[in-house]
């Protein structure tokens, strides 16, 4: 198993311009999670999905917009990248209560 | 919401001592209290992790301790060695249960000197 697979890992944007952070797991999880983790501040939860079809906010959503079509891939995407928006972003999965499972990560860059 | 509060922010040790990290939480439903180790450049990896029901969690050098009352639980890592140099991540889960979100605190950055 691959585990969870995040692309790109290293990306540069000007502010303004629309991107998508993929995300794609094979272990079968349901759940399914965005983080993003800056200096000092922890991972901090940007959207979430419980199951194909359903998804809902973390704590820092706005920006950013998901959406999950299948089981396996839950992209992130930003329609108008800002320089606060420069940030590692973690997507992470698990199956039921247990552990949560990350990618290696994606680090990205708003001019 | 729920909010995990970590402490210290830098933590410095001799190689051989202990260490001890602690986080408080506030929502009192909370009851899946997970640890997560980050290397430099790396992915967070879990460590070892606790439920409400349990007090105490040993795996080999290192537990975990959980004071429901209080909200707060604690990471010890005995007998520190070089490689245990990392950020540690405490969370705690908001909901419980399968659809539970981990809510983490702000990390601590452990320096293990040789």
């Known amino acids: 198993n691959a585990g969870v697979t995040q692309t790109p890992k290293f990306q540069v944007l000007k502010t303004g311009q629309s991107m998508t952070l993929q995300c794609a797991q094979d272990m079968n999880h349901e759940y399914m999670s965005w983080y993003r983790q800056d200096p000092g501040m922890g991972l901090r939860l940007i959207h979430y999905?419980?199951?194909?079809?359903?998804?809902d906010q973390g704590e820092v959503p706005n920006g950013y917009n998901v959406s999950r079509s299948t089981t396996e891939d839950f992209p992130l995407r930003l329609l108008s990248a800002a320089p606060s928006q420069t940030s590692v972003y973690f997507c992470?999965?698990?199956?039921?209560?247990?552990?949560?499972?990350f990618g290696e990560g994606s680090r990205l860059t708003v001019l | 919401g729920e909010n995990v509060e970590q402490h210290p922010s830098t933590l410095s040790v001799q190689e051989g001592d202990s260490a001890v990290i602690k986080c408080t939480y506030s929502?009192?439903?909370?009851?899946?209290f997970p640890w997560y180790k980050q290397e430099l450049g790396k992915r967070p990896q879990l460590i070892i992790d606790i439920r409400s029901n349990v007090g105490e969690k040993k795996d080999q050098r290192i537990a975990v301790t959980l004071n429901k009352t209080a909200k707060h639980f604690s990471l010890h890592i005995t007998e520190t060695q070089p490689e245990d140099s990392a950020v540690y991540f405490c969370a705690a889960s908001t909901h419980g249960g399968s659809q539970g979100n981990l809510i983490f605190g702000k990390g601590t950055k452990l320096s293990v000197k040789p």
């Open positions: 929502d009192s439903a909370s009851n899946y």
């Open positions: 992470a999965s698990r199956r039921g209560p247990g552990e949560l499972f």
């Open positions: 999905s419980v199951g194909a079809g359903i998804t």
